[in-house]
Protein backbone atom coordinates (compact mmCIF):
# COMPACT_ATOMS: atom_id res chain seq x y z
CA UNK A 1 0.00 0.00 0.00
CA UNK A 2 1.84 2.81 -1.26
CA UNK A 3 2.17 6.39 0.59
CA UNK A 4 3.22 8.84 3.01
CA UNK A 5 3.35 7.79 6.28
CA UNK A 6 3.40 10.45 9.52
CA UNK A 7 4.21 9.60 13.21
CA UNK A 8 3.42 9.96 15.95
CA UNK A 9 0.11 11.46 15.22
CA UNK A 10 0.03 13.21 18.62
CA UNK A 11 3.26 14.60 20.16
CA UNK A 12 3.28 16.20 23.54
CA UNK A 13 6.76 18.35 24.28
CA UNK A 14 8.17 19.84 27.32
CA UNK A 15 9.17 23.81 26.78
CA UNK A 16 12.65 23.67 26.05
CA UNK A 17 13.04 20.40 24.54
CA UNK A 18 13.92 19.67 20.80
CA UNK A 19 11.64 16.75 18.71
CA UNK A 20 11.20 15.25 16.09
CA UNK A 21 8.94 14.43 13.77
CA UNK A 22 8.99 11.46 11.28
CA UNK A 23 7.66 10.81 7.90
CA UNK A 24 8.12 8.07 5.80
CA UNK A 25 7.14 7.55 1.82
CA UNK A 26 7.30 4.77 -0.22
CA UNK A 27 6.23 6.44 -3.70
CA UNK A 28 9.38 6.30 -5.13
CA UNK A 29 8.96 10.63 -4.96
CA UNK A 30 12.29 12.68 -4.85
CA UNK A 31 10.62 15.75 -3.65
CA UNK A 32 9.53 15.98 0.02
CA UNK A 33 8.09 19.01 1.91
CA UNK A 34 6.95 20.16 5.56
CA UNK A 35 4.26 22.30 6.11
CA UNK A 36 3.19 23.94 9.13
CA UNK A 37 -1.08 24.30 9.68
CA UNK A 38 -2.66 27.17 11.61
CA UNK A 39 -6.10 28.00 11.51
CA UNK A 40 -6.44 31.11 9.08
CA UNK A 41 -2.90 30.82 7.85
CA UNK A 42 -3.66 28.02 5.58
CA UNK A 43 -0.05 26.06 4.63
CA UNK A 44 3.02 27.73 5.62
CA UNK A 45 6.35 25.94 4.20
CA UNK A 46 8.70 25.06 6.79
CA UNK A 47 11.37 23.14 4.94
CA UNK A 48 11.98 21.07 1.33
CA UNK A 49 13.97 18.67 -0.30
CA UNK A 50 14.15 17.72 -3.81
CA UNK A 51 16.72 15.53 -3.64
CA UNK A 52 18.89 13.20 -0.72
CA UNK A 53 21.73 15.40 1.11
CA UNK A 54 19.57 18.04 -0.14
CA UNK A 55 17.05 20.74 1.03
CA UNK A 56 16.36 24.52 1.12
CA UNK A 57 14.58 26.98 3.73
CA UNK A 58 10.85 27.44 3.42
CA UNK A 59 9.28 30.36 4.42
CA UNK A 60 9.37 29.79 8.34
CA UNK A 61 12.47 27.84 8.83
CA UNK A 62 13.54 29.75 12.15
CA UNK A 63 13.52 27.03 15.03
CA UNK A 64 13.35 24.00 12.50
CA UNK A 65 15.51 22.02 11.15
CA UNK A 66 15.47 18.67 8.69
CA UNK A 67 17.61 16.27 7.16
CA UNK A 68 17.07 13.92 4.06
CA UNK A 69 19.71 10.86 4.36
CA UNK A 70 17.32 8.44 2.45
CA UNK A 71 14.70 8.96 -0.24
CA UNK A 72 12.26 7.68 1.78
CA UNK A 73 12.66 9.54 4.85
CA UNK A 74 12.46 13.39 5.71
CA UNK A 75 12.33 13.85 9.34
CA UNK A 76 11.76 17.12 10.89
CA UNK A 77 12.97 18.67 14.70
CA UNK A 78 11.18 21.05 16.23
CA UNK A 79 13.96 23.06 18.44
CA UNK A 80 13.79 25.05 21.44
CA UNK A 81 14.14 28.10 19.48
CA UNK A 82 10.69 27.66 17.95
CA UNK A 83 8.97 30.32 19.46
CA UNK A 84 5.52 28.95 19.21
CA UNK A 85 5.54 25.11 18.22
CA UNK A 86 1.77 24.28 19.14
CA UNK A 87 0.57 23.49 15.43
CA UNK A 88 -0.53 20.70 12.99
CA UNK A 89 2.57 19.32 10.99
CA UNK A 90 2.02 18.10 7.68
CA UNK A 91 4.48 16.24 5.42
CA UNK A 92 4.00 15.83 1.50
CA UNK A 93 5.96 14.43 -1.37
CA UNK A 94 6.21 14.78 -5.39
CA UNK A 95 7.84 13.50 -8.21
CA UNK A 96 10.26 16.35 -9.31
CA UNK A 97 8.76 19.39 -10.03
CA UNK A 98 5.82 19.19 -7.98
CA UNK A 99 3.15 19.84 -11.12
CA UNK A 100 1.45 16.98 -10.57
CA UNK A 101 0.42 18.08 -7.14
CA UNK A 102 1.41 16.28 -4.15
CA UNK A 103 0.65 13.10 -1.35
CA UNK A 104 0.20 14.03 1.97
CA UNK A 105 0.64 12.54 4.81
CA UNK A 106 -2.01 12.66 7.95
CA UNK A 107 -0.40 15.06 9.95
CA UNK A 108 1.27 15.48 13.73
CA UNK A 109 -0.12 18.02 16.23
CA UNK A 110 2.27 19.16 18.45
CA UNK A 111 1.28 20.64 21.76
CA UNK A 112 4.07 22.12 23.97
CA UNK A 113 3.10 21.96 28.26
CA UNK B 1 6.23 37.96 -4.60
CA UNK B 2 4.24 35.33 -4.66
CA UNK B 3 1.06 35.00 -3.19
CA UNK B 4 -2.30 32.98 -3.13
CA UNK B 5 -5.25 34.74 -1.89
CA UNK B 6 -8.80 33.37 -0.59
CA UNK B 7 -10.87 36.29 0.20
CA UNK B 8 -13.50 34.22 2.38
CA UNK B 9 -12.63 32.00 5.33
CA UNK B 10 -16.09 30.59 5.39
CA UNK B 11 -18.86 30.13 2.52
CA UNK B 12 -21.89 28.66 4.05
CA UNK B 13 -24.74 27.36 1.67
CA UNK B 14 -27.84 25.13 0.96
CA UNK B 15 -28.11 21.93 -0.93
CA UNK B 16 -28.43 22.38 -4.82
CA UNK B 17 -27.09 25.78 -4.66
CA UNK B 18 -24.14 26.91 -7.06
CA UNK B 19 -21.45 27.59 -4.84
CA UNK B 20 -18.06 29.46 -5.69
CA UNK B 21 -14.53 29.33 -3.54
CA UNK B 22 -12.44 32.56 -5.22
CA UNK B 23 -9.00 32.42 -5.51
CA UNK B 24 -6.65 35.22 -6.67
CA UNK B 25 -2.87 34.88 -7.29
CA UNK B 26 0.08 36.96 -7.46
CA UNK B 27 2.75 35.50 -9.98
CA UNK B 28 4.62 37.04 -12.67
CA UNK B 29 5.06 33.82 -14.86
CA UNK B 30 3.59 31.14 -15.98
CA UNK B 31 1.54 29.40 -12.49
CA UNK B 32 0.45 25.64 -12.06
CA UNK B 33 -2.98 25.88 -10.03
CA UNK B 34 -4.19 23.67 -7.99
CA UNK B 35 -7.26 22.96 -5.48
CA UNK B 36 -6.75 20.86 -2.56
CA UNK B 37 -9.47 19.57 -0.21
CA UNK B 38 -9.61 18.47 3.33
CA UNK B 39 -12.68 16.39 4.49
CA UNK B 40 -12.95 15.98 8.14
CA UNK B 41 -10.94 13.42 9.53
CA UNK B 42 -8.97 12.55 6.11
CA UNK B 43 -6.06 14.28 4.89
CA UNK B 44 -5.38 16.73 2.53
CA UNK B 45 -5.59 15.79 -1.34
CA UNK B 46 -5.45 16.96 -4.52
CA UNK B 47 -9.22 18.08 -5.92
CA UNK B 48 -7.77 19.21 -9.38
CA UNK B 49 -5.00 20.96 -12.13
CA UNK B 50 -5.55 23.62 -13.78
CA UNK B 51 -3.23 21.96 -16.55
CA UNK B 52 -5.40 18.65 -16.88
CA UNK B 53 -9.21 20.88 -17.17
CA UNK B 54 -10.78 18.32 -15.95
CA UNK B 55 -13.83 17.88 -13.45
CA UNK B 56 -13.52 16.26 -10.01
CA UNK B 57 -16.95 15.41 -8.00
CA UNK B 58 -19.02 18.18 -10.00
CA UNK B 59 -16.32 20.65 -9.38
CA UNK B 60 -14.72 22.84 -12.20
CA UNK B 61 -12.04 25.89 -11.81
CA UNK B 62 -10.97 28.12 -14.75
CA UNK B 63 -7.55 29.87 -14.75
CA UNK B 64 -8.40 33.66 -15.86
CA UNK B 65 -4.81 35.19 -16.49
CA UNK B 66 -6.09 38.72 -16.91
CA UNK B 67 -7.60 38.77 -13.63
CA UNK B 68 -5.41 36.41 -11.90
CA UNK B 69 -7.91 33.95 -10.43
CA UNK B 70 -8.58 30.24 -10.40
CA UNK B 71 -12.18 29.95 -9.25
CA UNK B 72 -13.65 26.75 -8.32
CA UNK B 73 -17.05 26.08 -8.86
CA UNK B 74 -19.81 23.87 -8.80
CA UNK B 75 -23.63 24.26 -10.26
CA UNK B 76 -25.57 22.02 -6.97
CA UNK B 77 -23.75 21.83 -3.96
CA UNK B 78 -24.19 18.93 -2.05
CA UNK B 79 -24.03 18.01 1.70
CA UNK B 80 -20.89 15.97 1.51
CA UNK B 81 -18.79 18.89 -0.32
CA UNK B 82 -18.39 20.53 3.35
CA UNK B 83 -15.09 20.28 3.69
CA UNK B 84 -11.49 22.77 4.21
CA UNK B 85 -10.47 24.23 0.68
CA UNK B 86 -7.34 25.03 -0.73
CA UNK B 87 -6.02 26.64 -3.54
CA UNK B 88 -2.37 26.92 -4.31
CA UNK B 89 0.29 27.94 -6.65
CA UNK B 90 3.40 26.53 -8.29
CA UNK B 91 6.08 28.70 -9.70
CA UNK B 92 9.17 28.11 -11.45
CA UNK B 93 11.03 26.89 -7.71
CA UNK B 94 11.19 23.43 -7.80
CA UNK B 95 7.86 22.35 -6.98
CA UNK B 96 6.98 24.22 -4.01
CA UNK B 97 3.44 25.10 -3.57
CA UNK B 98 2.14 28.47 -2.18
CA UNK B 99 -0.87 27.51 -0.36
CA UNK B 100 -3.71 30.06 0.05
CA UNK B 101 -5.36 30.40 3.88
CA UNK B 102 -8.13 28.33 3.06
CA UNK B 103 -12.19 28.68 2.67
CA UNK B 104 -14.31 26.18 5.08
CA UNK B 105 -17.37 25.46 3.04
CA UNK B 106 -20.12 24.26 4.56
CA UNK B 107 -23.59 22.74 2.94
CA UNK B 108 -26.65 23.63 4.94
CA UNK B 109 -29.05 20.53 3.88
Known amino acids: DGGITQSPKYLFRKEGQNVTLSCEQN?????MYWYRQDPGQGLRLIYY???????QKGDIAEGYSVSREKKESFPLTVTSAQKNPTAFYLC????????????FGSGTRLTVV | AQRVTQPEKLLSVFKGAPVELKCNYS??????LFWYVQYSRQRLQLLLR??SRESIKGFTADLNKGETSFHLKKPFAQEEDSAMYYC???????????FGQGTELSVKP
Open chain 2, 88 to 98: ALSGNQGGKLI
Open chain 1, 49 to 55: SQIVNDF
Open chain 2, 27 to 32: YSGSPE
Open chain 1, 27 to 31: LNHDA
Open chain 1, 92 to 103: ASSITGGDYGYT
Open chain 2, 50 to 51: HI
